[in-house]
């Protein structure tokens, strides 16, 4: 059980630190290598070991939606980030961007395809979770 | 109606999106398959409408110019198949609704339906065909769990030979959509027309373009790549086994005639004798292995195999009429195909139940006669196409 | 208001709409259900009398809609002489039939299902003469053809019904392709699919050299439908259905329908001596085929369908010799053969109904019970052998003139007047030997009740009698005017004038003749002659075998195609590339040759590494060594990636790697134990066929690279992925801008391959 304590152990301090970067990987996925697919991928790396750490239950409380909602509003987010620019009479699909001046911090722009790369991260996760979970309560 | 391609490709992914929205905020599952397939159908018409009106229409995904972005293009034939998609995903909602399992329904079996439509709506429209790439994952993927969902041991079976079979086909897609690309620079079927009529005809573009045409001819189920359709419709529930039988196959023969249409023909790399060919022989084996059957789905499954052989035939003329019979022939396939398996489904189900045992008993002692007699009335609705055909030929 | 003097498609519409509505008459009365649907065809009937007149005089009422004109398919009908001598057949006899259905069937639950498909005949059979386009025609021929298979089914429960209305339906349909092939040469040669157009067509068709191509097919699909040698057994075996139906189609109309289409086309394809040799050798050899068979059967139902063949082999031999005299007969015996063949039948099902047996070593004195049977028996019977002065008498005095008048037509008359002899014989036979012979005997459980069992066979049978005597201008009317529409100067039809001595001394030997081997036969009930050996050769017993044969062959066939097992599936797909792809490359023109320059010493290394690994996963003998040998192929992909300048890919290539490793290590518990499914032989084929895939496409890809056409459109992707896309990272722009909706379908994907997984590992049916 010496294995497992570590594994758990391993998890627990990993899992913020991956997020977090799973995070700035998908953030800065615009500018350089990155992105919702990555990002994706690499929080499911993160849930996945605290899969193995804790079991599926603690996994699945871990999430704020259970994976299939988790899908289901990437999905909403990515054809919601879509149909923006049929909404505006722009186009179908074509991107916005905004101008975001948040106090403290540097303004900076925001777009649709940012928000369209955000379903897909969600998506991603989503769907890798599913997977592992019903794989490992299998 | 500006962006009238665009409804009924995006209203079966929101369905599909919704359903699998938390519990809390969706609305009830059933409702919302039916009246979504229905506005579907609704959708369709109003396009078919429009281009009636206005002639064809195009769409560019995200206003990037034609080659670069994604174009959707719709036609009337376009038009026509979402109809028929739509008048095929409501009717099959509906006599799900009615005969499939609660089971199968609480575990994702109306969005599934919707990404099927959802797919075949995005082949119907493609202007691209890296863009059909993904439809064809679309339906692939979507179609292969409806045929496994309920995890019945032949389903699985069917399953796996379903997906490996299809995996392979993506393969070689994949394959001939690279080499296309390497060469001629661009995958938009609109911008291929024009540049591969610069092209001189003879060179490795022929193999290229083999490439896809097998990837067409294995969707199809043309000879000698049928396997996957009798190994897999046969097995899942008959609502399913009846999309199927509606959608998959012609999914593929519409994209040989847009195919041969738009890519080999201004090519001038024409494989109309090698289509022929294996129209001839889907042909003579589908029908043989009609005849060889017993079970009913399996007698169905092989007829539309010799079926999507006389489609194949009529592309193969390359002439306008012959064309016109191969497409007639698709829609009245689609029809009398669903309905054959959706009243196969009925027979089943009457053959089983008091009820109606007259009915049932009627059946059981005509037999394989009764279901002969069925491929009859078809063949004969089937025959002035066939003329059509023939017409054409020399 | 709809003018009837002009509409044929309302008939067709009318017989239509009754075969999908009589289901709802049937819980009113069920009694005379027969006599309520009589009485559509019987106001046709009024309505096609009324043609007679006017068509006499020439008039050609047509009748056109557009409904498929890209393939020349139109609603095209008209009516002339000849069709309306059909017209006035199908529906007159038709109405009888009717009546005496309903009675014959009496109670039967699935009546409903026998009026709606008889009705469909009707409706076809009239459509079809009607029609004045050729695919029209095509169809509804094919119709008649259904319905019969399933009028002779009917009797769906007995094993030899389903198997004569197979067969039947089997060779009608087969002829029926003919025709179509023969229907869509004649359109090409003409260049129009109405009827009209190519009946005019006559020197432009003789003089193409598809000639004998369209006769040919065309003959074939007429001798099919009416049972000329060699198609010829499909109709006894037919006799399987209700006898009405076999007084009505297989009598009457449906086995007549060859006759008329070759009469139809007589004039555009006739008088050659292609035509001649077709028609006069099978139209003789059913001849006397039929006659000769009739006269051993002991069925009723069999005497009269072997006396109803040789009839008709008797109409196709006239038609094929041909000329005024000839043509004349063949209508006025088409006519005369209707009426006293039907009612013939019909007595042969009011006998069946009553005595539950038509064999006649068993029946006997049955005038006695049935007086009014009798009777029409009779009468049906004396036309049926030429007595004077019925009609069916002025029909063989019409045949023995035409071919007396003709040059050389002596050994043609010899013959059959032969045929006739025992011709005579099978009618004595059927309608007098039940009846009066053994007349003290008392036979038969009860008496007959219900005039409709009465009305067919009598109106018929008196039909045949009043028309014989009393002068009428039936020939002026009708059967002259349909032989000036089959091309001829007129007809020499005659009724009620005496032709002259020769004639009538051979009609009368002919009788006396046929009375002696009728007595021959009657004393010789039991015999039959045996074929011996060559009964295997008959074309019956050749279907059969051929069509056992064909079915194990499908069965033997589909089952090493369509065999189970996927790899055999994955080795024909794979293979038939190969080929395909070979054989095209044999066909490139152009140069081609190996330019390797562009290849890098890494990319060699990498390649190495890649083809190595595969290779290993061959001969690993556990599963964690074959995942890992994988994963070793995915760290090639990963530097391939990473080495040409996609970090984006990579990256996804490595964390997809790595999951993948984690679900399969999460799965090598539940799979089963490593074991060899294949043998070593098998493995090399298998080796074989990759290694030369990959060679094909390493080679088709080094080849490609030599032929780029045009640069590529990702050179816009590089100069405004900042300045429109804004940002900086192309790919990412790619996936989330310039191709989303790509991305959106891909994420579609995805959510489903998690669905499934999560439903095929949660859900278990069984």
Redesign the interface.
Known sequence: MNNGKLLALTAKYFLPLLLFFSLVVFFR??????????GG??G??AC?LFLFGYGSDKAKSLLP?????L??????L??GS??W??YH???????F?YEVALPGLEPF?V?T??F??L??YL??L???M???L????? | M??GI?FPL?LP??M???????RRWRFDRELMALLGNLAHLVFSLLLFFQIRAHGVQT?????WPAPFGITLVADLLSASMLIITGLVGFLITLYSLGSLDSLRQSFGYFPLLHVVVFGCSGVFVAGDLFNLFVWFEVILIASFVLLTLGGEREQIIAGVKYVTLNGVASTFFLTGIGLLYLQMGTLNLADLFGKLAQVPAGGVLSLTLLFLLITFLIKAGSFPFFFWLPASYPTPPIAVSALFAALLTKVGVYVLLRFFSLVLLPSGVVFSGLLSWAAGLTMVLGVLGAWSQMDIRRILSFHIISQIGYMLMGISFLSPLALSGAIYFMFHNITAKTNLFLLGGVIALLGGSYRLEQLGGLFRSFGLLGTLFLFAALSLAGIPPLAGFLVSSP | MVDLKRDMLTPLLFIYGLAFLQPLFHPFDRKRIGWLLALLPFFLTLHFIDYIEPLAQGERPLEFYSWVPSMGLNLSFFLDPLSLLFALLITGIGTLVLIFSGEYLGNEPEQTRFFAVLLLFMGSMLGMILSNNLILLFVFWELTSFASYLLIGYYHEKQAAREAALQAFVITTLGGLALLVAVILLGQVVGSYELSEVLKQKELLQASPKYPVILTLMVLGSFTKSAQIPFHFWLPSAMQAPTPVSAYLHSATLVNAGVYLLSRFAPALGGTELWFWFLVTAGGGTLIYGAWMALFQHDLKLILAYSTLSVLGALFFLLGLGGDAAIGAMLLLLFAHALYKAALFLVAGVIDHQMKTRDLTRLAGLAKKMPWVAFAAALSSLSFIGLPPFLGFWAKEGVYSALLGREGGVPLFIFIMSANVLLVASGLLVGFYPFWHQFKQHAGPRHLRGLGFLLGPLLLALFGLFYGVVESDLPQKLFNPAGLAMGQAGTAVQIGHWQGGTELFFSALTLLLGGCVFVWRVNYLSFRPHLGPLAALTPQRLYFTGFQYLKRFALWLTEHIQNGYLRFYLFVFFLALLLLEGWAWLRLSGDIQLDLSGIRGWDWAIAFLIASASLATLFVRRFLFAILSLSVVGVGVIFLFALNGA??LA??QI??E??LL??LV??LS?LPRYSKVSSFWVHLRDGILSAAFGGLITLILLQAKREQHFSSISGYFKAHALDL?????M???I???FR??D??GE??V??V???G??SL??LKIK
């Open positions: 996925g615009h500018d350089q290598p990155g992105g919702g697919f990555i991928l690499i499911a790396v996945t939606f259970d994976p299939r909602s899908i289901g509003l990437g999905l909403l990515s054809l879509a149909l620019g049929s009479n722009q186009g179908f699909f074509k991107s961007w722009s777009g395809p940012q369209f790369d379903g897909v998506v991603v989503g769907s890798l599913i997977i592992l019903s794989m490992w309560e299998e | 500006k962006e665009l995006i992914l929101l599909a999106t919704l359903s699998l929205l938390p769409l560019q995904i995200g206003a | 970090p984006d990256c996804t964390l997809v790595a999951q984690v679900l999460l799965l539940k896309g804004k940002g900086a990272n790919v990412n722009v996936l989330v801008d989303g909706l991305t959106l994420i579609t995805l959510t391959a998690g669905i997984v999560f590992l949660k």
